[in-house]
């Protein structure tokens, strides 16, 4: 394996149908990558966003009797109400679990794609990374 | 030339793609990869496979070779996967509580009219021989270290272990952020 940066019009790229030959190809692969670079940083802002709007979903009263309830860790005689906000807490927990293993492996992916050392795929990276936090992060900020 | 040897390539990828349940992908590369000292050009291999006979994991003295050895591999990783978000979590609330001083800074700055307005800063710190600030750099270079492995271990490209490092991640996320979650501040970016 090259342990030096080229550049070159033929990589393969973490799976085995993805083998490039040509510029075409390779123009192709860098965009996906791109893609992939912008969709990460993404995913870093929505995974806050979407704990915001979870607390700030639920009623302010019944969430703080979670947090109280949390840090007790009081279990049973809970009223029907609070049970289902445990619920939808746990959901959202889930979901988040499963948005952060999705952040995950994109992030080897795209660490995978630049241990090529192709040159473009790596100018790829950085751009998608710059592009992606420079539409993200502004949105981190908004209510 | 170049061209041959972009034939040859292919024509081996597709055998291999043939006899795909039985031969692991890098050793087959290995000997039918024929031109020059092209030994050493594909003994890591590029891209995922699936299979447990002969994986080197980070060690040399690591090596599995059995479906049993690879189980106990796969729930190594995972494990390491999940103490890595626990530690994570840990040094963030550990952070958190020590943060000692708080210092406010106020400086003047021009306003609209040609008014001066004070602009208040507030920076939280430790200090820097303090017990809290010594155990965050011993846990950040534990952090750094395993990061490094697991980054090391996808690296492998071996299908199994890289479910691995995923799944410990997410069920290591789910578990250790359940109760940090709730008291999380609004205003921390993601790392």
Not at chain 1, 20 to 30: E, I, Q
Not at chain 2, 68 to 74: D, H, L, V, W
Not at chain 2, 102 to 119: H, Q
Not at chain 2, 154 to 164: Q, R
Request: some cysteine; proline content about 4%; glycine content about 8%.
């Amino acid at each position: 394996m090259a342990m030096h940066f080229i550049f070159s019009d033929e990589a393969v790229l973490l799976f085995d149908f993805w083998s490039v030959h040509s510029p075409a190809g390779m123009a192709l692969s860098v965009l996906v990558i791109l893609l992939m670079a912008v969709l990460y940083e993404g995913i870093k802002v929505g995974k806050v966003k979407l704990l915001h709007k979870t607390l700030e979903s639920l009623p302010t009263a019944t969430s703080q009797q979670l947090i109280l309830e949390t840090d007790q860790d009081s279990a049973g005689s809970s009223s029907p109400p609070v049970n289902r906000t445990h619920l939808r807490w746990f959901l959202c927990h889930f979901g988040q679990s499963l948005v952060h293993v999705i952040q995950v492996v994109i992030g080897y992916f795209v660490m995978l794609a630049v241990m090529s050392y192709n040159t473009w795929i790596f100018l790829g990276v950085v751009l998608g990374s710059a592009l992606g936090y420079y539409l993200a992060y502004p949105l981190l900020s908004m209510a | 030339e170049n061209i041959h040897q972009e034939m040859d390539h292919s024509h081996h990828m597709g055998i291999y793609h043939m006899d795909n349940s039985t031969m692991p992908p890098h050793h087959h590369m290995t000997t039918s990869h024929s031109h020059g000292g092209g030994d050493m050009m594909m003994m890591m291999p590029m891209t995922f496979y699936f299979d447990f006979k002969n994986v080197e994991l980070l060690f040399s003295s690591l090596v599995i070779n059995t479906p049993g050895e690879m189980a106990g591999a796969f729930v190594a990783v995972f494990l390491l996967a999940m103490f890595y978000e626990g530690l994570k979590i840990a040094r963030e609330g550990l952070l958190r509580k020590s943060q000692v001083s708080i210092r406010y800074n106020s400086m003047p700055v021009p306003g609209p009219n040609g008014t001066i307005l004070m602009e208040t800063h507030k920076t939280v710190g430790q200090q820097m021989l303090s017990f809290p600030h010594l155990l965050q750099t011993v846990l950040h270079i534990i952090q750094v270290v395993i990061s490094y492995f697991l980054m090391l271990i996808f690296m492998t490209y071996n299908g199994y272990l890289c479910i691995a490092v995923a799944a410990g991640a997410g069920t290591g996320y789910f578990l250790f952020s359940w109760k940090k979650a709730v008291v999380v501040d609004i205003t921390e970016h993601c790392h």
